[in-house]
């Protein structure tokens, strides 16, 4: 049974306005789990969303340093390489099979 997962993400060579259209479409898809989770912690009076809230700002900080990075590309006509690689590592494998 396999421990890890290794992927490539994102790997390639893309014009300024497309590499913004893939880094902010997977940005606000990271977005949006944390941003319902906030809302159900809402909806169920629950009161511990720090950690979503912190993750949604830092990645709303990430997605406005990107817009500035691929506009100032955009700018000067040049081609992004982005190179971005997912690491899964089971840590826990007795909790998974208590779900099962």
Known sequence: METKLELDLIRGTYSAS??????????N???IPHQRRLFAYEER?????????QRIAELQADLARVRAFLAQAQREDVEITIESQVKAVKVNERRASKRA
């Open 18 to 27: 497309w590499a913004l259209e893939i880094l902010s479409t997977l940005l």
């Open 45 to 53: 009076g629950e009161h511990d969303a720090s950690n979503s809230l």
């Open 29 to 31: 898809d990271k977005i």
